[in-house]
């Protein structure tokens, strides 16, 4: 967190000497993207902090915790792959759950396959690329996802080999 | 005003009234709920406007024409360098993502190339990444950039063969 400000701090400077005019615009942009995304951001607060109340730090660290990368990965990664959520939401909803308990496998899992495997928007897909070239690029994702947790598991010394 | 956008104002300040209920009248779920919400919004706020600021200004300084230039050019391993730098740059997720790849695919780029386009524009977009980072950790994000990078591109070459000569691009 200090990193952020230490590097944003950096930038800024750096923008506001090579033009001030752009940096405002810049600003300016920031602004505009944060006040689009307020609303769906509020409401995802206030869902997770009903369902966080409902299902208690145990049941989550038990299911998506370090304990059991297995089922953590695989419910993160189903829950990726069926839901739309922007990145703008997904990622501040992760940092809550890894706060309480759940392993960055899971959460891995659950942001890339977010990303990436899209069951949801296959059928915009198999319009531009036909259902063959889809399904064959939504499985190889999936398999990259999972490879991806694994490697972010061993990373931060939650799957050892 | 849209029927979806009322029941978004009705759904939050029925939340905020039931959270000022449970507090005038003591009522523990309320204040608990209450307590979550506050513990969010305030690790929220101490990230939030930093990785807005630095996304808006990473939009304002790339210059995006510049780079759709040289990935029309380039051909060879050179294409796959520019699918990325092309797909980090891009604003939009995948919705963006499709279109564009198949407009690039009707004039005659590589399948490789655009199956490149594609998968890292949902996994090396630059601001998103910088979201990313600024919540989970830059070790995080590294990590995962590294990894996902050589794991589309090969993805990619192998689905391209899989597919070659087999594929008719709807119109």
């Known amino acids: 967190m200090t990193y952020l400000y230490i590097f944003a701090i950096f930038i800024i400077i750096l923008s506001f000497v090579k033009s001030r005019e752009k940096t405002y615009k810049g ?25 966080l109340y409902l299902i208690p730090e145990s049941v989550i660290s038990k299911y998506l915790g370090g304990s059991n990368l297995f089922t953590g990965t695989l419910l993160g990664s189903i829950f990726g792959s069926i839901t739309i959520l922007p ?13 309480k308990g759940v392993s960055y496998t899971a959460v891995a899992s659950f942001t890339t396959t977010l990303m990436l495997v ?10 531009y690329f036909g259902w063959k070239l889809s399904l064959t690029r939504n499985l190889v994702s999936y398999l990259i996802c999972i490879i991806i947790s694994i490697i972010i598991g061993i990373f931060y010394g939650e799957l050892i080999i | 005003m849209s029927k979806d956008k ?3 104002i009705v759904l939050i300040a029925g939340y905020f009234i039931f959270l000022l209920f449970s507090y005038i009248t003591d009522f523990r779920i309320g204040i608990e709920i209450g307590g979550n919400f506050i513990d969010f919004v305030k690790s929220m706020l101490t990230i939030l406007p930093i990785a807005f600021i630095l996304i808006g200004l990473f939009e304002v300084w790339i210059d995006r024409k510049t780079v759709e230039k040289y990935f029309g050019h380039a051909s060879g391993y050179r294409g796959y360098f520019w699918a990325i730098v092309l797909s980090s740059t891009t604003v939009g997720g995948a919705y963006v993502a499709f279109p564009v790849a198949h407009a690039l695919f009707k004039k005659g780029a590589k399948l490789s ?33 590294l990894v996902s990078i050589p794991l589309v591109i090969f993805s990619s070459i192998f689905i ?12």
């Open chain 1, 87 to 99: 990145g703008f939401v997904a990622f501040p909803l992760s940092s809550v759950l890894i706060d």
């Open chain 1, 27 to 51: 600003f300016k942009v920031a602004w505009k993207k944060l006040k689009k995304i307020l609303p769906s951001f509020t409401k995802m607060l206030i869902a997770v902090s009903v369902i």
């Open chain 1, 118 to 127: 899209g069951i949801i928007t296959f059928p915009v897909e198999k319009e």
């Open chain 2, 160 to 171: 391209g063969r899989l597919f070659k000569n087999k594929i008719r691009v709807n119109p």
């Open chain 2, 6 to 8: 009322i029941i978004n």
């Open chain 2, 113 to 145: 190339i655009i199956l490149t386009y594609i998968g890292s524009s949902a996994l090396t977009r630059i601001p998103m990444t910088i979201f990313e980072a600024s919540f989970l950790g830059l070790k995080f994000s590294i990590i995962r950039l």
